[in-house]
C-alpha cells in the first residue's frame, strides 16, 4: 500500500449565517468574489468540485468536495477561506475525511473495482453524500463470508448502472469508517438502489448511514450565487486567477518519463517530461478509470495505462493500443520561468 500513490478526501460542508443576507448588494457581490478567487488560488493544489445544498437541506448549504495528494492542503485551503470576509459568515456545519485504498474484496467481473486509488468525478447533476460505520459483528465475521455478502451487495449495485459510487476511507483518520459518494443524474435511481440494499444481507451489519446529503453540482459561482444575495453576475466570472494558462508545476518537479499528478480546476491531470517537452492529459484512462500519472512513458510520446497497458499519445490523446479505444483529453502547455502552466 506504501507504493500506490492515494488520496485524501474531504466532504466540506458549509452553512452561511441569515444575517449575512442583510449585507448590502455590493458588499455580498464583493465578498463572493474574493471567496470565489480565494478557492481558484487553489486550481494546481487540489481538485475541488462546488455544490449546492440549498432546497435540500435545513442545516449545510454549500459542499466543497475536495481531493488532494498531501493533507496539508486542506488546511491551507481552509485557512485561505475563512481568511475572506464571507469565509466570517460561514461555519462548518458538516466535515468529513477518508483516503483512497484498495478494497480487501473481489469482484472478479469488475477487475478495475478494487483497484481505485484515485478519485474521478463525473458531471452527475446530483452527489448524494453519507458517513458509514458497519457494527462490530462483522469484522468478527470469517473474511469468506463477507466476500459473498459483499458480492450480492455489488451484484445489487449493478442493476443500476448509471448511479457510481465514490468509497472513501475513514478508519483512524475521522469518527466515521467509510464516506460513500454516489454520482447519478436521476435521484429516483438512486432512491430506488438504497431501498434494494436494504435487503440485502450485508445491510444488516449497518450500524450508521446518516446524515444524507443530496447535493446539486453547480459551478463555482453558480454555487456561491446560491446562498442568496446578490448575484455575482459575469463580472465575476471572468476574474484573472480563471483566464490564461495557471502555474501548476515547476519544471524542476518532473523527472523524465515520470508522471506527476496536478489540479486544474475541477480537472485532475497527468503531467509527464520527455526530453526538452512537457505533456499533459486527463489523468483518467478512458476505458479502466486508473490514474495516468502512474503509467509510463514508451516508445519516445506514447503512454502506457498501468492497469491494463492501453496506450495513448501523449501529444494527440488518441489511442494506440487496446484495450484502450477511446482518445484521452490532452491540455496545451507553456513553460514561463520554470513554471509548467497548462491552460
Not at 466535515?95 to 463525473?122: K, N
Not at 446530483?126 to 451484484?155: C, D, I, N, S
Not at 465514490?166 to 475521522?174: A, C, P, R
Not at 526538452?276 to 486508473?290: E, K, M, Q, Y
Amino acid at each position: 500500500m506504501a507504493s500506490a500513490q492515494r488520496q485524501f478526501v474531504r466532504f466540506l460542508f458549509l452553512s452561511v449565517d441569515p444575517a449575512w443576507r442583510r449585507l448590502s448588494a455590493a458588499e455580498q457581490r464583493a465578498q463572493k468574489e474574493e471567496f470565489g478567487d480565494a478557492v481558484l488560488r487553489f486550481h494546481a493544489r487540489l481538485l475541488l468540485r462546488t455544490f449546492s445544498l440549498s432546497g435540500t437541506r435545513g442545516d449545510a448549504d454549500l459542499l466543497l468536495w475536495q481531493v488532494t495528494d498531501e493533507l496539508e492542503t486542506l488546511t491551507s485551503l481552509q485557512t485561505a477561506l475563512f481568511s475572506t470576509r464571507l469565509g466570517g459568515h460561514l461555519r462548518v456545519a458538516y466535515s468529513y475525511l477518508g483516503m483512497t485504498r484498495r478494497s480487501i474484496y473481489t469482484f472478479p467481473d469488475d477487475p478495475e473495482s478494487g483497484h481505485r486509488i484515485a478519485v474521478q468525478p463525473q458531471d452527475a447533476r446530483f452527489l448524494f453524500v453519507y458517513p458509514f460505520v458497519k457494527t462490530r459483528a462483522w469484522y468478527a465475521l470469517p473474511h469468506e463470508e463477507r466476500q459473498v455478502m459483499m458480492e450480492g451487495h455489488v451484484r445489487v449495485g449493478r442493476q443500476h448502472p448509471d448511479v457510481r459510487l465514490n468509497t472513501v476511507y475513514s478508519y483512524g483518520l475521522d469518527d466515521q469508517e467509510f464516506v460513500l459518494a454516489f454520482e447519478t443524474d436521476d435521484p429516483g435511481d438512486f432512491l430506488d438502489l438504497v431501498l434494494e440494499l436494504r435487503e440485502t444481507r450485508a445491510s444488516s451489519y449497518t450500524l450508521q448511514d446518516t446524515p444524507i446529503f443530496t447535493c446539486v453540482q453547480m459551478s463555482l459561482w453558480d454555487a456561491l450565487d446560491s446562498l442568496g444575495g446578490a448575484a455575482v453576475g459575469e463580472g465575476g466570472r471572468g476574474t484573472p486567477a480563471t483566464s490564461g494558462p495557471v502555474p501548476v508545476a515547476s519544471l524542476d518537479e518532473l523527472t523524465e518519463g515520470v508522471g506527476k499528478r496536478v489540479y486544474l480546476g475541477s480537472d485532475a491531470i497527468a503531467l509527464f517530461r520527455v526530453g526538452d517537452r512537457v505533456f499533459a492529459v486527463n489523468d483518467r484512462c478512458s476505458h479502466g478509470r486508473a490514474s495516468l500519472s502512474e503509467g509510463r512513458v514508451t516508445d519516445g510520446c506514447a503512454l502506457q495505462c498501468p492497469w491494463h497497458g492501453g496506450r495513448f499519445d501523449l501529444e494527440t490523446g488518441a489511442a494506440l493500443s487496446t484495450p484502450a479505444r477511446v482518445a484521452i483529453k490532452t491540455y496545451e502547455v507553456t513553460i514561463r520561468d520554470g513554471q509548467v502552466c497548462v491552460g
